[in-house]
């Protein structure tokens, strides 16, 4: 469903949200206080504009009370951050709000965002478990100790069906995909045979990663 998503701060952060949900088809409003950042961004989304958005009334006054999600991507002035943060809960405005440490995180908590993500922490614990984890791309955490993981199989899996491997009974993971090449099969058939090339998307425990490389 097509949006109107306003996105506040346009650092790496901010301008690669705000040029994925245009490309995602949501109707874009990018806004930040350099005009050059502005400039850059610009050619990407319906509409780009320079505001200070710590400025009392600014949001407001370029729309921002109208559009369903606000994204605030300011962490190099916190002060901005919480001041955008305020006035979007002001305006009544879903907002997910970027924080750039933990004390961070817990204010925009405190003033209500809907959401607040921490990308540097999430990195890291990507990167943790794809150091960790034999054969694993990437990883999003669901719940501690539990993740869903892109892998390549073992070699030794290759020419084998996903009933003989039997993951579930061996690991504790269950398949949801299978991506060859630019075809994804969501819930393959246990009678899937695995093929060079070929990345299983699962889900279950981290002791079961670690295993499945073994």
Known sequence: ????????????????????????GHEVLATDIDEETVN???????????????????????????????IVGI????EASIFATMALQTLGVRTIAKA?????????????ADRVVYPEQEAGIRVAHTFNIA????????????????VVPPAGYLGRTLR???LQGRFG?????????????VNPPREEVLRAGDELVLVGRDEGFVHFGE
């Open 1 to 24: 469903m097509k949006e109107q998503v306003i996105v506040v701060g346009l650092g790496r952060f901010g301008a690669s949200v705000a040029r994925e949900m245009e490309a995602l």
């Open 40 to 70: 850059e961004v610009a050619p990407d989304v319906t509409h780009a504009v320079q505001v200070d958005a710590s400025g009392e009334g600014t949001l407001a006054s370029i729309g921002a009370g109208d559009v369903s999600t606000a």
């Open 75 to 78: 962490t190099g002035n916190i």
């Open 100 to 112: 750039g440490s933990p004390l961070h995180a817990r204010i925009l908590e405190q003033l209500g």
């Open 135 to 150: 054969g694993v791309v990437d990883y999003l955490v669901v719940a501690p100790r539990f993740g869903i993981a892109r």
């Open 164 to 166: 003989d491997l039997d």
């Open 173 to 185: 993971l269950t398949p949801i995909a299978l991506s060859r090449g630019e075809k994804v099969v």
